[in-house]
């Protein structure tokens, strides 16, 4: 096989056979296929696009590129939950615990935050003393013991995927549903998932800026799953502003902690609801997701969700103490109000900028080795919809200094984050819909 005719084939519009992408995948992690080619290759597919059967093998043979965990040994059905793009994207702490409290075993791997993403473990290191690090025994252990680990990602995972992904990001081909599609599933099933559920944001703060290409890419994903026998459910939802108020590391464990205590925001709390309840359905835990829902939430009211928290912390070497006494949280020195420059109407909030701006005061990485200030970031007071008089906050920075050029610096990004006209704005609807 010669990775040239493989190229001129998908340039031409034809359709690769599963040897084909086999071949071009194991060669491009193993080295023997160039850079070079492999752009050509993702430029052929930007325009000529992959059917589902091809995009179905291009996944397998991403997710078959490096290490993938065993997770047979934990009974039961395994649900995996992802979020394309969350900025201040809570859910994860919030549905470990809560799923498990439903009895779907939760064995997570999880990312560290780069850029303006956060990632759930540093998030989970902002209460003392939790251990991230696990063996992979000590993490199957666990899941069987107490229905839910959560720790960071080991290993040599999908290597075909970073270095396609990081080859995409440099020549103009990541915005193709089936690379996008493929890139994202493959991560899933080397992670073991046996059912995903998959939260894919729309609008401006989204890699899919239309209802109609988030729709496209999530049927893309579930069309994978089905090929490869993992069923998926994909859940569309806006991000035209973050989905919760708190960006940052402590700040978010705090707005996890109250969700699961019932007191959570409303619309991250609506959200995990509905994501639970498809998770619940997928590991056989209720008929249908209607009734998953009503499952979850009654363990939201019974503190069974919390109590969860409180054993996943416990077993992972945390202060479970924190749930009740959040102060024990790392804690901002400074508060620093945010002014409305104006009088109206909230139209929109730019949630990706507001998570550059948490990373600028220190709750994340510009580059992977940069350390963070875990106790840093911001939480809106206000949300579309909104009417907000001038002067009136916005949202309030946590600082851990009090320089005043650097404040009035991130005092003047946060304002330009939100849009505010004279016209009352509708309330956006948070979820567009449910693709299976
Ligand atoms: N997220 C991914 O993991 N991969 C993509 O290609 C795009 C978004
Ligand atoms: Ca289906």
């Given at each position: ?85 969350g900025v201040g994207d809570t859910t994860t702490l919030i ?17 560290r935050g780069?850029?303006h993403t956060g990632g759930t473990i540093d998030k989970l290191e902002a209460i003392p003393?939790f ?110 502003e973050p989905l919760g108020p708190s960006i940052g590391n402590s700040l978010e464990v705090l707005e996890a902690i109250e969700t699961l205590n019932?007191h959570g925001p409303t619309e991250l709390t609506?959200?995990c ?36 928290l ?12 924190v749930v009740?006494a959040p102060s024990k949280l790392p804690q901002a020195p400074y508060r620093v109000a945010v ?10 909030i730019?949630a990706?900028?507001l998570g550059v701006t948490a990373m600028l005061l220190g709750a994340g990485r ?6 963070i200030d875990l106790a840093v970031g911001l939480k809106l007071t206000k949300r ?9 906050p916005l949202a309030e920075l946590y600082m851990n200094h ?8 991130m005092?003047?990004?946060t304002?330009?984050a ?19």
């Open positions: 096989m010669r990775t040239v005719d493989i190229i001129h084939k998908k340039r031409d519009g034809g359709v690769l056979s599963s040897e084909e992408i086999a071949f071009l995948i194991e060669g491009y992690t193993k080295g023997t296929i160039p850079d070079y080619q492999m752009s050509a290759w993702a430029m052929a597919v930007f325009f000529n696009g992959m059917t589902a059967r091809e995009t179905a093998d291009l996944t397998l043979a991403m997710a078959r590129s490096g290490d993938q965990a065993d997770l047979s040994s934990i009974p039961g059905v395994k649900v995996d939950k992802h979020s394309t793009g549905l470990a615990p809560l799923v498990a409290a439903a009895g779907i075993p939760v064995a997570k791997m999880s990312g780069l850029g003393g251990q991230v690090e696990r063996t992979k025994e000590q993490f199957l252990e666990q899941v069987n013991d107490i229905g839910v680990a959560v720790v960071g990602q080991s290993g040599n995972m999908t290597p075909a995927d970073k270095k396609l992904y990081g080859l995409r990001d440099v020549t103009a081909t990541i915005e193709s549903v089936p690379l996008i599609a493929s890139s994202i599933m493959s991560k899933k099933i080397a992670s073991g998932a046996d059912a995903i559920v998959l939260d894919v944001k729309t609008g401006r703060g989204a890699f899919m800026k239309s209802l109609e290409a988030s729709v496209e890419l999530a049927q893309a994903m579930v069309a994978i799953g089905t090929e490869v026998g993992r069923e998926t459910v994909a859940v569309i939802t806006n991000m035209d019932g609506e959200l609801i509905e994501l639970a309840g498809h998770m619940v359905q997928l590991g056989g835990q209720s008929a249908d997701a209607e009734a998953g829902k009503a499952q979850v939430r009654q363990l939201l009211q019974s503190g069974a969700a919390l109590d969860k409180r054993q996943l912390i416990r077993a992972q070497g945390g202060d479970a103490s009740d002014p409305a420059p104006a009088s109206g109407y909230v139209a929109s730019d990706e900028s510009a580059t992977k080795e940069d350390t579309v919809g909104d009417a907000v008089q001038a002067g009136e009090q320089k005043p050029e650097e404040t009035q610096q005092l003047n990004r304002i330009s939100f849009a505010i006209q004279p016209e009352p704005v509708a309330k956006p609807k948070l979820i567009y819909a449910v693709v299976t």
